[in-house]
């Protein structure tokens, strides 16, 4: 029916991200929900939105505005447990990865969330706002390599 699948053979396919943490037990926290045409399996809130960064970083480095507004619409659920995603983050060397997506989000959206003060400010990278600037002139057609100096 036109729908778009796309098969990976792991979470994380670079070896370096793919031992980073037991993504196993993320199976132990999921929920059924029953739809119309029957059950689907959900990983909880705070385990989808680090999938739908690792994948977009990861896998697309960050390519098209709608994987970042899927993000930006998760990280505003008001029940995140964010005390799960900066921890589960430093366990697994993320932090950093996390902050320039998040940041990226807020930067492009003006989104504010918890996330941002706890898990953004204190890992993103020196010059974040010309890396910033550089997505978003790719994004919005102004891409040049002066951008690319960022």
Not at 47 to 75: G, R
Not at 95 to 113: C, D, K, N, P, Q
Request: charged share 20%; proline share 3%.
């Amino acid at each position: 029916g036109g729908a778009l699948v796309e098969i990976h053979w792991s979470l994380l396919t670079p070896r370096r991200y793919r031992a980073a943490a037991n993504f196993d037990a993320w199976l132990d926290t999921r929920t059924v929900v029953q739809t119309e045409k029957g059950r689907i399996f959900c990983l909880s809130r705070e385990n989808e939105l680090i999938e739908l960064v690792m994948h977009a970083f990861v896998h697309h480095e960050l390519d098209t505005l709608l994987k970042l507004v899927d993000i930006a619409l998760v990280s505003r659920i008001p029940e995140l447990d964010w005390d799960y995603i900066v921890e589960w983050c430093g366990s697994c060397s993320t932090s950093r990865m996390f902050a320039v997506t998040l940041g990226l989000i807020h930067h492009l959206f003006e989104l504010s969330f918890d996330g941002h003060s706890r898990l953004v400010a204190p890992n993103l990278p020196r010059g974040a706002d010309g890396i910033f600037e550089a997505y978003a002139a790719r994004y919005f057609g102004a891409d040049s390599r002066a951008h690319g100096i960022a």
